[in-house]
């Protein structure tokens, strides 16, 4: 792996704006906070890469006897009236070779080629999870299934992981993307959910408890100071710590730095790429989670962080259920409200990806 970069900081994952989520520390000058996902490297030069065609809207709508979901992925904003690339890209079947079996991903990439990367991770991970043992392990009792779903699901992310290294027509050195994962199996009565995550996309799951709606996390953000992955990356030789400022103040997230050079700087502790990161304890190996569904469950939520940068896991709810079970409606309604979250606290916007699912037969 070839460290000749420049020395000068490259932010992955976060560039600091006046967000309010974000405290009130002093950050760059605005013509430096163009877009949280992209890297700044050296005097403010900003680095976006991509098909500037590659922009707008995507969507997705689907159902099948038991539940039925929409997507859709929307392109961020950038002041200078640049159309910005969409580096997030998602998945969604409602059927995934056996009508018992739906798999929903988010993917949000960042980094000069990250548009690239999510677009890869998107293509290739369905195609590592083998049909025929998912509906084999969802046969099972449900508490049997989590160990070789998590097996599988951990192979199919570092597989794909060595196959975009080996990829020459993508640099991955400081570009990479996050992955959340829903495997929804079994049979009516049954039915659990098999989460894989790296990075600091989300997924939740929606519950009645006594007629008020409350959230379950499938997910955990991987932030870089959390105690498992800080240690990972400690020992495996590189730093965790915020940026500094002129003033000696520190500025956003903590992110991973190599020992003795000022990058990456990436804000997330596992993801997929991120090729300079991976020498200091980066991975892409998910932590995987499982949920037992019920008749008390009402829909699920998957989404990148341009909806959890402003909004909570209980306003992503809250708006969800105001659209009365239309799940085309709810992720227009959240991408809507992200977005102008995004407008009133940034210069910014960041591409904006969400997927709906309501169950209905468990």
């Not at 929606?206 to 800080?230: C, F, M, N, T």
């Not at 990148?304 to 105001?322: A, C, K, R, T, Y």
């Not at 977005?339 to 997927?355: L, M, P």
Request: charged letters at 25%; glycine letters at 10%; a negative charge.
């Amino acid at each position: 792996l070839n460290l000749s970069l420049p020395k000068a900081p490259v932010i992955m994952g976060g560039v600091m704006g006046k967000g309010k989520k974000k405290g009130e520390a002093k950050g760059p000058p605005p013509s430096q906070t163009a877009n949280r996902k992209l890297s700044v490297v050296g005097d403010g030069l900003i680095v976006a890469g991509g098909d500037p065609n590659s922009t707008g809207t995507v969507t997705d709508t689907g159902s099948c006897e038991w539940l039925r979901f929409n997507s859709l992925s929307n392109a961020g904003y950038e002041p200078d009236g640049h159309k910005k690339t969409n580096q997030d890209a998602f998945f969604s079947f409602a059927e995934f070779g056996d009508k018992d079996v739906s798999i929903f991903g988010v993917f949000d990439g960042h980094g000069a080629c990250g548009h690239h990367v999510s677009g890869l991770v998107q293509k290739e991970i369905p195609k590592h999870l083998d049909k025929a043992q998912i509906k084999s392990e969802g046969l099972k009792e449900p508490s049997q299934a989590l160990e070789p779903m998590a097996k599988q699901l951990s192979a199919a992310y570092n597989k794909v992981n060595t196959l975009l290294e080996k990829d020459k027509a993508i640099d991955s050195s400081l570009s990479g993307t996050t992955a959340v994962t829903c495997v929804v199996m079994g049979e009516s009565g049954s039915r659990s959910v098999i989460c894989a995550n790296a990075g600091d996309s989300r997924a939740i799951i929606a519950y009645d408890d006594k007629g008020k709606l409350k959230v379950h996390a499938l997910s955990e953000d991987q932030k870089p100071d959390r105690d498992i992955e800080r240690q990972r990356i400690i020992e495996s030789g590189g730093r965790v710590e915020p940026l500094i400022d002129e003033e000696g103040e520190p500025i956003g997230p903590f992110r991973v730095w190599l020992a003795n050079m000022m990058l990456p700087g990436l804000a997330m502790a596992r993801s997929i790429g991120d090729d300079i990161a991976a020498t200091v304890g980066v991975c892409a190996t998910p932590e995987c989670t499982q949920y037992q569904l019920s008749a008390k469950d009402r829909f699920m939520v998957l989404a990148s962080d341009g909806v959890w940068e402003f909004l909570s896991n209980e306003d992503v709810v809250q708006i969800v259920q105001s659209c009365d079970g239309d799940a085309e409606k709810a992720c227009a309604q959240v991408c809507a409200r992200a977005y102008s979250e995004w407008k009133a606290e940034e210069e910014v916007v960041d591409d904006i990806t969400c997927i709906v699912v309501f169950f209905e037969k468990v």
